[in-house]
């Protein structure tokens, strides 16, 4: 099946360009030219495999427009903005974009960036589907693998899937230390960190769902000097 990737920006030359470079690469696509289309695309489509967000946009803002989408979609979301500053990178991330594409960018970065963000994503959902898999219970969460849930005392957390990769990979490997390069490669599918802060931001949010204590996490705890590591026994 084609994957559909939303392109959601307002600067149509920029829009055009990623779309062909996109179609030629074998994906399907649509535009949307501001969020308030964004949002009525959204309504209408099936399905949406990635979604390319633009910060600056018209009608819905593109913040705003993430954070409306993470409340019911899990898809992965990757800003592309003109807007280069960590504070934007950081609060793109905080608000659950899974990774930032500073413009002007390169064709073959975004191809790159677009092309690990799928086969990630598409390789979880295959490894789910084959697998009969048992959920996972560590200290006061159950990690329902099967259906990409988790559960803290039997309140349901509104993980990314980004998110939920994280939690799942280290409870799926509880004595193994991971350092940012193996953690980047195993959640992002790519060799080269392209911004420590991606993952510093990822933790920190996913911390701030799971733990009792994000300042002192009894869950993913930080090895320093090499990584991280789950810090609760599976039971």
């Known amino acids: 099946m084609t994957q559909k990737i939303m392109v959601v920006e307002d600067e149509e030359d920029i829009a055009e360009l990623i779309a062909e470079t996109l179609t030629e690469q074998g994906y399907e696509v649509v535009i949307a030219k501001d969020g308030a289309k964004a949002l009525q695309l959204f309504s209408t489509l099936e399905t949406v495999d990635l979604v390319l967000l633009d910060l600056m946009l018209p009608k819905i803002n593109g913040m705003d427009l993430l954070q409306r989408i993470r409340k019911e979609h899990r898809m992965p979301v990757l800003i592309i903005s003109a807007k280069d500053g960590e504070y934007e990178k950081i609060l793109g991330l905080e608000f659950g974009a899974d990774d930032y594409l500073v413009k002007p960018f390169s064709i073959l970065e975004l191809q790159a960036r677009v092309k690990a963000l799928l086969r990630r994503n598409n ?14 219970k560590i200290g006061e969460l ?13 309140e349901s957390l509104n993980l990314t899937a980004k998110e939920f990769q994280i939690l799942n990979l280290f409870a799926s490997n509880p004595k193994k230390v991971y350092t940012k390069v ?41 090895v320093w000097g090499i990584g991280y590591k789950l810090g609760v026994a599976e039971i």
């Open 182 to 222: 193996q953690l980047y490669k195993e959640i992002w599918d790519d060799e080269f960190i392209h911004d420590e802060n991606v993952l510093n931001v990822h933790i920190r949010r996913l911390r701030k769902k799971i733990e009792v204590d994000p300042s002192n996490p009894e869950y993913i705890q930080t």
């Open 123 to 136: 390789d979880y959902q295959n490894e789910k589907v084959a697998k009969a898999l048992k959920p996972i």
């Open 142 to 154: 159950t990690i329902d693998q099967e259906n990409l849930a988790v559960m803290k005392e039997g």
